[in-house]
């Protein structure tokens, strides 16, 4: 909204600096920091006045409830703190005319919808569990079906199918998935989602960590969405995409915002309402600017919490015994014995790594 600040240049000179993706995607980071900052303390007197806080019993590890013992009682559903900046950022500093900024956040209010709904469940013990699994994993679906639809209907037609594949010259081997695409695109947005909702498990690892992933989006939407950088480094150039540029910058400044209350010990959790939302919002990124496959490396700290809980379900089901000590992967290294703020630096250290290679990416093609 405020990009057309720009037209009033005429006037007020400096108001030029709106017409910048750059300069509006740095402003939009600080001030969706600034939201969740701001709203944070107050939100979580609300949430602790409604008795909206975190069931930490674990009926099927004792070993797992004595250890987050200290979380009882702790406010849930920050994520509402999270969306809200995001919009809010988003709204101000993006160009609503962009497609993908609206889809984005469209994608993002319906997972974090979903979330609040799973939420809702738990914690009024409708469901100890909160959503039936297959229930929610079929309501996930349904609005990934609807996100390829709308990304079908509004994307960049010339490259809404097709795959890129690091490594690869784009000229010589850029194929076009044709009918398998929706398959792809509901396992890429539903994976995502739920990678990063089984990573919210322990104080600022799934913030921290979509953050870093966030900023790498940043960064490969800018060039995604520059004619001259996405020839230079031989990816597609994604009409009207850049604008994404500045919604994921909100989204890190949101992220940190969050964090500043997230971080151990935590004041609040994010719960389902922001671990869906921001999960398929990235997902949701990735798959606009046709870097799905960068997505598996600068997230793969969420592939590996994804793949630990179906590599413990499926040894579960088809040996009788675990994998792993305790799924998903961060709880294993728990039980390993590692500290919890041992465990949640040293995977944000190799969440750096891997979005650095995600970035080194786009010097491979």
């Not at 994520?79 to 919009?87: D, E, M, S, Y």
């Not at 979903?114 to 039936?132: E, F, N, Q, S, W």
């Not at 994976?191 to 600022?204: E, K, Q």
């Not at 703020?341 to 080194?360: E, K, S, Y």
Request: aromatic letters at 8%.
């Amino acid at each position: 909204m405020l990009k057309y600040l720009a037209n009033l240049e005429d006037l007020y000179g400096p108001l030029r600096v709106f017409d910048s993706i750059t300069f509006r995607a740095a402003v939009g980071m600080v001030v969706a920091f600034l939201a969740a900052l701001a709203a944070g303390p107050g939100f979580i007197r609300l949430l602790k006045r409604l008795r909206v806080t975190e069931n930490m019993d674990k009926p099927d590890s004792a070993e797992l409830e004595k250890l987050h013992h200290l979380k009882r009682d702790t406010p849930t559903m920050g994520g509402i703190i999270l969306v809200c900046a995001i919009v809010v950022g988003g709204v101000l500093f993006a160009d609503a005319t962009s497609p993908y900024v609206w889809m984005t956040l469209v994608v993002l209010l319906a997972f974090a919808t979903l979330g609040l709904v799973d939420d809702y469940v738990k914690l009024r013990r409708i469901r100890p569990g909160g959503l039936a699994r297959p229930v929610k994993l079929i309501a996930q679906f349904v609005l990934a079906a609807g996100a390829c639809l709308m990304l079908c209907a509004f994307g960049d037609v010339r490259h809404v199918t097709h795959l890129l594949v690091p490594g690869t010259k784009m000229a010589e081997f850029y194929p076009d998935l044709g009918a398998m695409y929706a398959p792809f695109f509901l396992l890429v947005l539903v994976g995502s989602s739920n990678a990063v909702n089984l990573s919210d498990g322990l104080d600022g690892l799934a913030a921290g960590l979509v953050a870093l992933v966030a900023l790498t989006f940043t960064v490969l939407a800018y060039a995604a969405g520059h004619a001259e950088v996405s020839t230079y480094l031989r990816i597609p150039f994604v009409r009207h995409s850049g604008e994404l540029t500045v919604l994921c910058a909100t989204v890190v400044g949101a992220t940190l915002g969050f964090l500043w209350f997230n971080a151990h010990p935590a004041r609040v959790f994010m719960g389902d309402t922001g671990s869906l939302g921001l999960g398929a919002a990235i997902g949701f990124a990735a798959l606009s600017v046709k870097q799905e496959l960068v997505l598996l490396v600068c997230g793969g700290v969420f592939v590996v919490e994804a793949v630990s809980v179906l590599l413990q379900i499926a040894s579960c089901r088809t040996r009788g015994k675990r994998l792993l000590r305790c799924a998903p992967f961060h709880h294993h290294l728990e039980f390993s014995g590692w500290h919890e703020n041992h465990v949640v630096v040293r995977l944000w250290c190799i969440g750096i790594v891997l979005a650095a290679l995600g970035l080194a990416s786009l010097k491979m093609h």
